[in-house]
């Protein structure tokens, strides 16, 4: 393999949320503008164990080749490995890098033992860690006199500390100071922080006091509260106004306040205080801690809680005084954290490195990545529906990344079609097998194909987990794992459950109908990764009506109605389906049309019965859907979400057998919300048709189509495909060395 050439190598767990992983993004940022070819390693560490995506900051410079990504199987050789944040060294890298580098830092982002004396970090075992990934003694660099006083004073074998603070940097463009209004009533008070209970007072006094309860005087403006607050204070006060942490625009956050305030928890050490950098930045009169001065200096105002409200009355009092501190805190800024720093910063570093024997200065070399496999696993269900949603996702996956399919569904046909290797894994009903004797051969079948492939990562889609698909993974540990799930789960699914952990991560596809889930799966949201709906096909990328009637060679003229309900195997739709077609061609100038499943049924294959009936087959269905001007159709995940965000006027016939998802529930959101109509099979069946006059009704469907264009969402499809492609290349410290039993 090629060996590659770069000035930096960044070794980071990049889904961090906070300031560490901010402080990664600039110095990638000011790395390219000093003109330095960099890369990224990525690390999957102890500390985050819910499946987060990258930072988006992070995203977007691997997007647009700012950084690029590195592989663990890449030879590399580099002038620099900038290792960030400590808890990525608490355990071995799995498998060591093949890097060469001239010199090691050990970015601290974190004090070794906080205010409270809990040790942090074991610094002896994150030296030997560094050491023995990388080959040569580390150089520790620590982001703050916090952490660097939290440091033993005699530091371990095999590293030396950097005699300045590795300060983090910031880009003064995108943080435009404060419009230089004056202050009025009420005085607005703000404070920006990760969700986290140690980021506030520990006494609702203290807290009180910090942010001041006269709603006639004071606003307070907390980006990053949240209902934690309710539980650890009891109360609330009614002028405090909690909004969710989120990472975009808080720039434009800041410069709507008048002051910044931050007093944290009597045991949180912070290492250093991104989020107040932000504040100075644009030039926020910003009020902290005592302990925060050698950090910022006079770039800040120092105080307790309680004395707070009189630094802020005074400065209210006095516009210039007010004037000169904000003056103050953005000069600070940027004179002692301005991007260019870093180029100073790298140029002295690599001025006091090691010689090297042989080393020759070379340009930037990178070839290709090492291309890697991602296995999809999917169970049959009664349709398709789990294939389709993979395709979906492999089709956005970077070309260096092969999916390969193992799947029980009898559609594989669409799979093969579309030039993927495809194996078929026939499921235990189809061969009329004993369950038991098939689990043995199924967990034999695909640990053989586990092997052959060596997928770097392993996506499953089914509601049930197979005990064999558990047994499988835990004999390849080192294979990055992931459950994409559906939700609205019924309750006999429950059990499934008990597999969440089996997986390294769990990723929930959206419901547009999410308010209306009240299946097992709605509580451990909050442990998974919940992206928006996943379509196959994007609604801008349908044909448009004109050719989508000509490809599937229907009438140019007149209401088109698609009938979808699904194959019937196990919820007959039969009488239902005979029903809507009546009904549908008592309108003179309708026709309806069925398109086949690649899943042949008797219950969908039959024969037009009528002039104005058609039967057509169309993968994928979605595609074509512009040639209809209504729809009847089953409520099952991906029509209903084609159906609703394609605003296609549809009436729902929810397949409602035990062992399927809540359909009906997604109806029943839809027609409360104008989104569609829902008619029960059991209930409302002597109905249709008055169900479908109201469909074809154009007035009705003109107000369905308003609606349901207006729903603001974005494919998750591509933010699965991303988190895939982010976790197919990792280097792993999560785990400890197996101890002998």
């Known amino acids: 393999m090629t060996v590659s050439r770069l000035d930096i190598v960044f070794v980071a767990d990049a889904r961090f949320e906070g300031g560490s ?75 060591r890098p093949l890097i060469d580098a001239e010199q090691i830092v050990v970015v601290l982002h974190h004090p070794a033992v906080d205010r409270a004396g809990t040790v942090q970090f074991e610094l002896v075992c994150v030296v030997r860690n560094a050491v023995a990934a990388f080959g040569r003694p580390v150089l520790l660099a620590p982001v703050s006199a916090v952490v660097r006083e939290s440091l033993p004073q005699r530091l371990p074998h095999g ?218 696993i999917s169970s049959n269900g009664i349709g398709m529906g789990h294939l389709t949603q993979q395709m979906a996702i492999a089709e956005r996956l970077p070309s260096d990344l092969t999916p390969v399919f193992a799947t029980m569904s009898y559609a594989l046909k669409v799979a093969v079609d579309a030039g993927y290797q495809v194996h078929f894994l026939p499921h235990h009903r189809a061969m009329e097998a004993d369950p038991d004797d098939w689990s043995t051969v199924f967990a034999e079948e695909l640990f053989e194909l586990v092997r052959h492939v060596r997928p770097a990562v392993i996506a499953y889609d089914a509601t049930p987990v197979y005990p064999a698909v558990a047994e499988v993974l835990a004999l390849f540990p080192d294979i990055y794992s992931i459950w994409v799930r559906r939700p609205m789960w019924r309750e006999v699914h429950r059990k499934f459950l008990d597999y969440h952990d089996t997986f390294d991560a769990v990723i929930e596809r959206g419901e547009l109908a999410n308010e209306f889930d009240l299946g097992p799966t709605r509580p451990l949201q909050a442990r998974s990764l919940v992206v928006p709906p996943v379509l196959h096909v994007d609604p801008v990328c349908r044909h448009d009506a004109a050719t989508a009637r000509r490809l599937l060679d229907l009438p140019a003229e007149g209401t088109a109605v698609l009938l979808q309900l699904g194959s019937g195997s196990n919820f007959d739709m039969s009488e239902t389906r005979s029903a809507v077609i009546s009904a549908v061609l008592a309108h003179r100038n309708a026709f309806v049309v069925e398109l086949k499943s690649p899943i042949r049924n008797g219950g969908t294959d039959v024969a037009p019965g009528h002039e104005r009936h058609f039967v057509r087959e169309a993968f994928p269905a979605f595609r074509y859907s512009q040639a209809f001007d209504a729809a009847v159709s089953a409520a099952g995940y991906n029509s209903f979400h084609e159906n609703v965000l394609g605003a296609l006027p549809t009436l729902f016939v929810p397949n409602e057998a035990p062992e399927m998802d809540l359909q009906a529930n997604r109806g029943l959101w839809a027609q409360l919300n104008g989104y569609g109509w829902m008619m029960r099979r059991d209930t409302d069946l002597p109905a249709c048709r008055d169900f479908v006059d109201r469909l074809l009704d154009p007035w009705e469907r003109s107000r369905v189509r308003a609606r349901c264009g207006s729903i603001a969402w974005r494919n998750g499809a591509g933010l699965v495909a991303a988190f895939i492609a982010d976790h197919a290349r990792l280097v792993r410290s999560d785990r400890r060395p197996v101890e002998p039993e």
Not at 35 to 61: W, Y
């Open 159 to 376: 590293c030396r500390l950097m005699e300045k603070d590795w300060d983090n940097l910031i880009d003064l463009d995108c943080w435009l100071p404060r419009p230089p209004r004056p202050v009025g009533l009420p005085i607005r008070i703000g404070r920006h922080s990760r969700p986290h209970i140690q980021k506030w007072p520990d006494r609702l006094d203290d807290a009180q006091a910090a942010y001041p309860t006269d709603g006639k005087r004071y606003e307070n403006r907390m980006l990053g509260g949240g209902s934690f607050l309710h539980d650890h204070y009891g109360e609330v006060p009614a002028n405090w106004t909690l909004l969710p942490f989120r990472q975009d625009d808080v720039a434009g956050f800041l410069r709507g306040l008048d002051f910044y305030v931050y007093h944290h928890s009597d045991a949180w050490s912070e290492a250093f205080g991104r989020c107040i950098l932000e504040a100075l930045a644009v030039g926020l009169v910003t009020i902290l801690p005592a302990s925060f001065a050698p950090i910022f200096g006079d770039g800040a105002l120092y105080g307790t809680p309680q004395e707070v409200k009189a630094i802020i009355d005074r400065h209210v009092a006095d516009p210039r005084l007010y004037a000169d501190q904000s003056e103050r805190a953005r000069r600070f800024a940027e004179t002692r954290h301005g991007l260019g720093r870093f180029a100073e910063r790298i140029a002295a570093l690599l001025a006091t490195g090691p010689e090297r024997a042989g080393a020759v200065s070379a340009p930037p070399l990178m070839p290709p990545l090492p291309r890697r496999t991602v296995l999809f």
């Open 21 to 95: 992983s901010t402080a990664l993004s600039v110095e990638m940022k000011a790395a390219a503008r000093a003109g330095h070819d960099s890369g990224l390693l990525m690390v999957k560490g102890p500390i985050i164990g819910l499946p987060l995506p990258v930072h988006a900051e992070i995203r977007g410079h691997l997007d647009t080749g700012i950084t690029m990504r590195l592989d663990p199987l890449q030879k590399v050789e580099t002038r620099l490995v900038l290792l960030h944040h400590p808890g990525i060294l608490m355990n071995p890298l799995q498998p």
